[in-house]
């Protein structure tokens, strides 16, 4: 069984806003008792971290999308989100969500402490 999959990419326009979405199967991933991240990863490039949430709530961005992305998750739905405003062309990327037993992280950004992940949904701003 799949443990995340992810949903809701596309292509808007820039100022364009898009919800991304990563329901958890339940039996490996509860976003309850782990840290949710999202990264994103451009072709050849290294997987970069976008956002997190810890098992209390706590939150954390990359200085690029602070003010602008939100993520949030519903434990009773196991599912957790990023909710992208403003977006720009330089957002365009493939973005995953991500899992971490961990229930709080040090380097919550960091994607080497993150042991379960979703397959990407690609997010394209054009100017």
């Known amino acids: 069984q799949v443990p995340l999959v992810a949903s809701g990419g596309g292509s808007v326009q820039a100022g364009g806003s898009l919800r991304l979405s990563c329901a958890a199967s339940?039996?490996?991933?509860?976003?309850?008792?782990?840290?949710m991240g999202w990264f994103r990863q451009a072709p050849g490039q290294e997987r970069g971290g976008v956002a997190a949430?810890?098992?209390?709530?706590?939150?954390t961005y990359a200085d690029s999308v602070k003010g602008r992305f939100t993520v949030s998750k519903d434990n009773a739905k196991n599912t957790l989100y990023l909710q992208m405003n403003s977006l720009k062309p330089e957002d365009t990327d493939m973005y995953f969500c991500?899992?971490?037993?961990?229930?709080?992280?040090?380097?919550?950004?960091?994607?080497?402490?993150?042991?379960?992940w979703g397959q990407g949904t690609q997010v394209t701003v054009s100017s």
């Open positions: 339940g039996y490996t991933v509860n976003t309850n008792s782990m840290t």
């Open positions: 949430i810890n098992s209390d709530g706590t939150t």
């Open positions: 991500a899992a971490s037993r961990h229930w709080s992280l040090r380097a919550p950004l960091d994607p080497s402490w993150y042991g379960y």
